[in-house]
């Protein structure tokens, strides 16, 4: 069954937050792995889905700075993990699979935005590599246990930064063409996009369902590349100190970390997102199709959700991670 790509009127909107979504939901016995989840939205992912019950496991590259924005959450664990490195990736899901335990919700939210050309160790482009393959060989590593949980949910973060660009299929690591840190984010985030796509079609039968999420514009750790230009395009003027100018008309358009986590929240533990999936979401619903070209603030363009370019991209993930999934 194919879902729909249209709002079903949830009863959220964009400035719900993460706890007004899961109120009344129970995950006392739930397990979650949140990648990025120490940072950014990422922490509010975590707070809320651990304030619900769940035990939420967060895979850190810096543990002491993990430690510290974690610190009087209940119920989260830490395990060593590099979404650049494919064997740091099998590491980790072979330590969760080894605990014997389901996987009930995946939330994928590590991510790097418009960063200086840089490579992994395979000599792919960084954001391509980090924002979806290295998801792409976790997912497929935790399938077992995603499976085991019956009714599990994977949620993976892309943007309306997907607006950007298309997969190049010809040139996804900029070997050939000129690199542009905003073509390859967006990319790598329509990527994110037509992997929850390819991944709910082949996990409807194992009772695994994903999604994509627009989380929303919010400046947290993801900013980190940005220039003082890249700044003023969105209406921001930085100071040397760090502070922060942010004009009227952009405030109206920002989200803080709590409504920028509600997605992803909804996303994962909502009772109505049960039997559907596939689709991209944004204000905590399903997003409008819009046509490309499309400038207004919501809506989901269709090279994002196009199900020939998901089958695609999955072949051509595979290929370049060398793993598949066993669905």
Request: net charge neutral.
């Amino acid at each position: 069954m194919t879902t729909e790509q249209q709002p079903i009127h949830s009863g959220f909107n964009a400035k719900s937050t993460a706890r007004d979504v899961i109120a009344g939901i129970d995950l006392r016995g739930k397990i979650a792995i949140v990648t990025g989840g120490y940072s950014g939205i990422g922490v509010e992912t975590t707070r809320a889905l651990s304030e619900a019950g769940a035990t939420v496991v967060v895979p850190v590259r810096t543990r002491a700075k993990a430690e510290a924005n974690l610190a009087g959450i209940a119920r989260v664990e830490l395990a060593p993990l590099d979404l650049l490195d494919p064997e740091a990736i099998d590491r980790f899901a072979e330590g969760f699979l080894a605990s014997g335990r389901p996987l009930h919700m995946l939330v994928n939210s590590a991510g790097v935005m418009a960063s200086p050309l840089t490579r992994d160790g395979r000599g792919y482009e960084v954001q391509f590599s980090g924002n979806h393959l290295g998801h792409f060989q976790l997912t497929a590593r935790l399938w077992p246990a995603l499976v085991k949980a019956r009714g599990a949910r994977v949620v993976a973060v892309s943007s309306r930064g997907h607006r950007f660009a298309p997969v190049d299929f010809a040139d996804p690591n900029f070997e050939t063409r000129a690199y542009d840190k905003w073509k390859a984010y967006g990319q790598s985030k329509t990527a994110n996009a037509l992997f929850a796509v390819g991944l709910d079609r082949r996990g409807q039968a194992s009772s695994v369902r994903a999604f994509s999420v627009h989380p929303g514009a919010i400046i947290t750790d993801l900013v980190r590349h940005l220039t003082d230009d890249d700044f003023k395009a969105f209406g921001i003027t930085r100071h040397a100190d760090g502070g922060m100018d942010v004009s009227e008309e952009s405030q109206r358009s920002f989200k803080n970390v709590e409504e920028g986590a509600a997605t992803s929240v909804w996303c994962a533990t909502s009772p109505k997102l049960d039997g559907l999936g596939g689709v991209y979401c944004e204000d905590c619903d399903i997003s409008p199709l819009v046509p490309e070209g499309h400038t207004g603030p919501t809506g989901v363009w269709p090279w994002a959700c196009d199900s020939q370019a998901a089958d695609k991209l999955w072949a051509f993930s595979e290929r370049l991670t060398g793993c598949s999934f066993t669905a």
